[in-house]
């Protein structure tokens, strides 16, 4: 999942370092503002208390591992941020779920879970690295931020002559991956949630 931009344009070299879990208030915090506007989220949790109350833990919960393997990402000053999951290194999805009950009711509950039901369908059997999250601060998008932070992981990627994949939000930032080498290998919908689409990038 990501929330980002189609038009990208880095203007100048930008900062980027690791975040451990002494970061992950902060890091929860800048990924959580990221997707405030992004259609998939919002559609899973339109009202706005449920959706603070859901995605700031669930940052942690899907991508939290990046903190212990060196690859949870920040541009600058948590201005953009990412997670990237080594190969072999798994979603923990029963706390997820957990979170979602403690939140949800139905029908939305089915709904969700049934969303990430497919997004988990279409990891690929290789040996590849996840990349559950990344975004950039509203505020700061189109600055060449979240090119950054991809370039940052991919290039771990590209050196191991791994796969990477990733859910595209929407169009829009379907697009922004194209651009940097990823195909798409369906869509994921359910009812009437927005389309996401698994995409996949062969090593350079």
Not at 116 to 139: C, K, N
Not at 155 to 176: H, I, K, M, W
Request: proline share 8%.
């Amino acid at each position: 999942m990501n929330s980002l931009t189609a038009i990208s344009r880095p203007m100048k070299q930008i900062a980027i370092h690791t975040a451990t879990r002494a970061n992950t208030a902060r890091f929860e915090s800048a990924m959580t503002l990221a997707f405030s506007a992004d259609p998939a989220a919002r559609w899973a949790w339109s009202d706005p208390d449920q959706f603070l109350r859901t995605f700031m833990p669930l940052v942690t919960l899907f991508g939290g591992k990046s903190f212990d393997h060196g690859t949870a990402y920040v541009a600058e000053d948590f201005r953009g941020v990412a997670q990237f999951l080594p190969p072999g290194v798994q979603v923990d999805d029963g706390p997820i779920g957990e979170l979602f009950e403690r939140n949800m009711t139905e029908p939305g509950l089915g709904k969700v879970l049934g969303l990430f039901e497919q997004m988990a369908s279409f990891h690929p059997r290789e040996p590849h690295w996840y990349i559950p999250l990344i975004g950039v601060d509203p505020a700061f998008q189109g600055q060449g931020y979240g090119s950054a932070l991809m370039n940052q992981g991919l290039a771990v990627c590209d050196r191991d002559g791994q796969l990477a994949y990733l859910e595209a939000t929407s169009p829009v930032n379907r697009l922004f991956y194209e651009r940097h080498g990823f195909r798409t290998l369906g869509e994921i919908r359910v009812g009437d949630s927005p389309p996401m689409f698994p995409m996949l990038r062969e090593p350079r």
